[in-house]
């Protein structure tokens, strides 16, 4: 039984840093795979250590080979008490929502940016039923990880009341679930605090591509094969966050017109409601 729901990987991350200063035998990813994705895959009795890996890597978690700087990280973010601060966020989202429990895991984010056109990100999260990731760099601000947090976490619990698998959510749920997260930000936080996707088009744009590319895939299923219209594609009809951009438009206009609601009613509707229900046309 553990004492948090926050895990302290920075004890995995400093035994990590010792195996690499040693140099061992195994590379850095085996030694990041051994001790810091193995000991997760409770959560995910589906998939091995180093299929774990290969996700959290693509979602930011740190390149194993860059160790030494990422250490200085981990020193920083403890010196800064981020998995105590971290933890009662969670009670109180957790107690605010009426959510579920869950592990949560802090890792340092991997600060390098592959696209030189874009500013590097400096946090990055991911959630499924039973497990959230939070990788975060050193500079940020406490807001800023909070808000993280909400969102994440907001996921974890639309997850939960759905309890689909995700190769069975269908592209109306993925939508709702990213509106939810950042509704959440706003909600808790104000807006100040909410991503740069929320306001990035205009409501002709948005409805222009939800009406013609959207509406007819609603019930596509598989989380995967909503990437292109979560994040947006080049040279694709679906332009950068789009599906982000919309379903936290859907979950605004529908609280706009017909709430207030607060977040754990919200988390209980079905995305058929909510769509019928906002500025978007269902049909």
Request: hydrophobic share 40%; glycine share 6%; with cysteine.
């Amino acid at each position: 039984m553990r004492d948090s729901s926050v895990i302290q990987t920075q004890k995995w991350l400093y035994k990590f840093f010792r195996a690499c200063a040693e140099k061992s035998k195994e590379s850095p990813y085996v030694l990041q795979c051994k001790m810091l994705c193995a000991p997760i895959v409770e959560p995910f009795p589906e998939i091995n250590p180093e299929e774990l890996q290969y996700e959290l890597l693509n979602h930011g978690l740190f390149d194993p080979v860059k160790w030494a700087d990422i250490r200085n990280q981990v020193e920083i973010l403890e010196k800064r008490s981020i998995w105590q601060i971290v933890d009662q966020e969670y009670q109180f989202l957790k107690t605010l929502w009426k959510g579920p429990e869950v592990a949560i895991y802090i890792f340092p984010l991997n600060n390098v940016n592959l696209n030189k056109s874009e500013q590097t990100p400096t946090k990055n999260g991911v959630a499924y039923k039973g497990a959230l990731f939070l990788f975060l760099s050193d500079g940020l601000r406490l807001e800023e990880i909070m808000a993280l947090l909400a969102h994440e976490y907001n996921h974890v619990c639309r997850l939960n009341y759905l309890g689909v698998e995700t190769k069975k959510i269908p592209l109306k749920d993925s939508l709702i679930i990213e509106g939810f997260g950042e509704f959440a930000v706003k909600e808790l936080y104000g807006e100040k605090w909410l991503a740069p996707w929320t306001d990035l088009y205009s409501f002709k744009e948005s409805t222009a591509i939800w009406t013609k590319h959207f509406i007819p895939k609603l019930n596509l299923l598989g989380t995967k094969n909503h990437e292109m219209f979560l994040y947006g594609k080049a040279r694709s009809p679906f332009p950068k966050w789009i599906g982000y951009h919309i379903g936290y438009q859907i979950v605004d206009s529908f609280q706009k017109k017909h709430g207030p609601f607060n977040n754990s009613e919200l988390y209980r509707k079905s995305s058929d409601e909510l769509i019928a229900g906002s500025n978007f046309p269902a049909n």
